[in-house]
């Protein structure tokens, strides 16, 4: 490179880092209802950097889930956006009641080595959930080598990914980013696009913030982001996934919940199975102990139950998270690594049932609270 | 018209009957300015045509080009009315040996599809589903995993479930694992004019109300054609199917099922297999060279908890079969010392003469009052009586026919007239 293209790269460079600093126009609420997709994540101005580290104003606001989604391993920034004079409506069961406009911005990425997670992080997807007049809206960007925009990919795509994992292996995975089908596909409840991650139950956590932790319900409802909500220790709480002081049920129920329960639910896409993993439900049976597959082909493994109590090497459910074979694996959509921790989990609460076991289904339902 | 005279009152009623077209598909969603969006095969094969799939707006058509696609995710169409069409079963070619991801070839979700002229080879799962749908018509489709049967293909070839006015016409499957093509869970449906063969299952109707399945040929699979209602389903108490015309000869395919599934269960060499379900009339079938059975009536065998499940198959009728050589050489359990009772050979019909079962939770069985019309035998009861009762307990008796209740055939299955006009000629 000549010393002229140099000295122009650098000034360029200190251009960009100015126009980082100097105060931004608001969020485009107009572009995100707009039906026309932006071409690139940085046109909504949901962040004030273009690397997306920065939450644009006080009405983009980073939360967190007591128990999330497992996709390979990718860590997460969560965002909510509300426009200025809205406010989130509570509720008890299922999503919380976003008003239109409402955003959820959520990225995926990886750190170069798992054992420190907040240096060298790539980030490879953010996606967008709009809450446009007439419903929930999911978009996908994916973000460029060099980390400087995010470009719209509506009919998904495969990144390779390589990280040092948490036990110091060096992983390579092909990671796919959703089809815009492949999202509504998750988020699809009764026929509808819906948000799946912020529940009242999923939220109910203590967070830390700069002044301190905070309950993130008691604090949204503090801050007049939030109404209609009880205090947090009234409202339903979904044990964390990897909280060893939690009970193994709990725990394996909410992540069964979380990762299962969008499509293995009444009215998901996998309703037609019978197979129901919501955290609601009572039925055994419908939770799979005893239950015979309907349509699993050779999902089933040679597999006569979906969970045979007692023995999680008999159960069709520990058989499938532990394949990553398409046609096999579940969940279908989302992962193409085994998700060991999640498995072990699992694996545990089939384990420590007892075969013909008639107590009903573990006590877990939602407003218990341990 | 049969003369070119037309008077002007004729001119009249055709320019009425026009206008009523153009006004019923613009009722069903169908705008005015249709396009076709035409793709190709060549590099990023996979991404062109996903968008495709995306952007195809109510109305266009989505026109694969003749070619092979090697594609590594499955497709997906959440778009309403929208005809996606390749050049041919043979010629457009959407070839899944590399699969990565999802379980499907083709997944549709939205209503008011036509999916005709396309092949599907070697989906890691199943070839063309649509869950969710309305007026799904499959025209002119193949799905074949190409290595012949074996354990490890996809489950279901054709995989409409939890849709209602489902069209299959003139499509070919062969090698699934499960069932070539298989409806679940869906009401108003037709399967006619189409081939399964080398399948565990050729045809099955699962779970279904109002079907017509006719004018198939069903060969080499394990079993031919298969009408099953199973318990604790969103979509539970199957009736009304005719079963008819059709061709269900020498399924001879050793069953290759993935345990744990019902059809692991299905002896190989049965024809017609009815289990659960009321009001199922087979008629008119040519049934021929099925070494287990001709036509299999049997109950659901295994305990459930399911309080509204009916497990015994009742109000049907047998009639107008060509029975051929049925039942030589039984390969179920038990059914070669039954054979050997009976003379050397199962009667090609052949019922459980389950009539009792306990519903959960009840202190005892229950009887039902099964009304059975079957006038083609001679068929062979094995007086069971109990649901879930041992096999071993039979005390089989042979008669020329079995029952002679009056018993209502099943009004045929009619789609919307707009589903068939967009599907074409039949």
Excluded at chain 1, 4 to 20: E, I, P
Excluded at chain 2, 57 to 62: E, Q
Excluded at chain 2, 79 to 87: C, H, I, K, P
Aim: net charge neutral; charged share 20%; hydrophobic share 40%.
């Amino acid at each position: 490179m000549t010393r002229a293209a140099l000295a122009a790269v650098v000034l360029a460079g200190a251009l960009l880092a100015t126009a980082a600093r100097a105060p931004q126009s608001p969020v485009d609420e107009a572009r995100l209802l707009s039906d026309e997709p932006a071409p690139t994540l940085g046109d909504y101005r949901l962040f004030s950097d273009a690397a997306a580290r920065h939450p644009n104003g006080e009405r983009v606001i980073p939360y967190d889930l007591n128990t999330p989604l497992f996709s390979d391993y990718a860590l997460k920034d969560r965002y909510l956006f509300l426009p200025p004079r809205t406010k989130v409506r509570y509720r008890d069961t299922g999503a919380l009641d976003f008003p239109v406009g409402a955003t959820l911005v959520k990225t995926f990425a990886f750190p170069a080595d798992f054992r420190k997670p907040g240096e060298k992080v790539r980030f490879v997807e953010t996606r967008l959930l709009i809450h446009r007049k007439a419903g929930w809206v999911p978009l996908v960007y994916v973000w460029s080598d060099n980390q400087n925009r995010a470009v719209l990919q509506r009919a998904g795509t495969r990144v390779a990914v390589a990280f040092t994992d948490a036990a110091g292996e060096p992983r390579r995975i092909d990671y796919q980013v959703p089809n815009t089908n492949q999202c509504k596909q998750c988020h699809e409840l009764a026929g509808a696009t819906s948000p799946i991650g912020p529940k009242a139950r999923n939220l109910n956590r203590a967070q830390t913030y700069p002044l301190g932790r905070d309950n993130q319900l008691d604090r949204w409802s503090r801050l007049g982001l939030l109404t209609g909500a009880p205090e947090s220790s009234a409202a339903p709480r979904l044990p964390r996934w990897d909280d060893p002081t939690e009970a193994i049920e709990g725990r394996a129920r909410a992540y069964l919940d979380v990762n299962c329960g969008h499509c293995h639910n009444p009215q998901g896409m996998a309703s037609n199975s019978g197979l129901t993993l919501t955290f609601e439900e009572t039925n055994r049976s419908a939770l799979g102990v005893g239950k015979r597959p309907v349509a699993a082909g050779r999902g089933s493994g040679g597999l006569e139950v979906s969970i045979d109590a007692g023995h999680p090497d008999r159960s069709i459910i520990a058989f499938r998270m532990a394949s990553t074979e398409p046609g096999v694996l579940m969940p279908q959509i989302g992962r193409t690594v085994v998700h060991a921790e999640g498995l072990a989990l699992v694996r545990a609460y089939i384990a420590q049932m007892r075969s013909g076991d008639t107590r009903g289904p573990p006590r877990t339902g939602p407003g218990h609270s341990d | 018209m049969t003369t070119d005279r037309a008077t002007g009152e004729n001119l009249a009623t055709k320019i009425t009957s026009a206008l009523v077209a153009v006004l019923a598909a613009g009722a069903v969603g169908a705008p005015t300015c249709a396009k076709t969006i035409e793709v190709g095969p060549g590099p990023a094969a996979q991404e062109r045509l996903q968008t495709a799939l995306i952007d195809a707006k109510p109305g266009d058509v989505v026109r694969i080009a003749a070619g092979r696609y090697d594609l590594v995710d499955g497709l997906s169409l959440d778009v309403s009315d929208v005809t996606v069409e390749g050049a041919g079963p043979e010629r457009t070619v959407l070839a899944f040996d590399r699969q990565k991801g999802e379980g499907e070839g083709l997944l549709i979700t939205s209503s008011r599809v036509l999916v005709k002229n396309i092949g599907i080879e070697n989906p890691k799962g199943d070839g063309f589903k649509s869950n969710g749908a309305d007026q799904i018509s499959f025209v002119n489709l193949k799905v074949e995993w190409t290595g012949g049967p074996r354990e490890t293909n996809g489950p279901y070839g054709l995989y409409p479930v939890n849709s209602t006015n489902v069209l299959i016409d003139r499509v070919v499957a062969r090698g699934a694992s499960d069932t070539g093509i298989y409806v679940g869970q869906s009401r108003n449906v037709v399967v006619e004019n189409s081939r399964a063969e080398f399948n565990v299952a050729g045809i099955e109707i699962e779970n279904c109300y109002n079907a017509d399945v006719h004018d198939n040929i069903s060969t080499r699979n394990a079993g031919g054609i298969l009408v099953f209602d199973l318990p604790g389903l969103p979509q539970m108490g199957g009736h009304s199917t005719r079963v008819y015309r059709n061709q269900v000869v020498n399924n001879d395919t050793p069953n290759f099922a993935p345990k744990g599934n019902i059809v692991s269960k299905v002896p190989t060499g049965t024809g017609v297999l009815v289990m659960a379900n009321r009001d199922i009339h087979v008629f008119d079938n040519a049934i021929d060279g099925n070494a287990s059975a001709g036509v299999m009536l049997i109950s659901y065998a295994e305990s459930f908890d399911d309080p509204h499940y009916n497990p015994l198959p009742r109000e049907i009728s047998v009639h107008g079969n060509h029975l051929g050589r049925n039942g030589f050489a039984p390969t179920f359990p038990g059914g070669a010392d039954l054979a050997k009772v009976l003379g050397g050979t199962l009667a090609p019909v052949f019922w459980d003469g389950v009539t009792a079962f306990t519903p959960p939770g009840a202190a005892a069985a229950r009887s039902e009052t099964v009304r059975l019309s079957i006038a083609d035998g001679p068929v062979v009861d094995l007086n069971l009586v109990t649901q879930g009762a041992s096999p071993l307990g039979a005390r089989p008796t042979v008669t020329r026919a079995l029952g002679e209740a009056t018993l209502v055939e099943p009004a045929p299955v009619r789609l919307p007239e707009a589903q068939l006009r967009r599907a074409g000629p039949q």
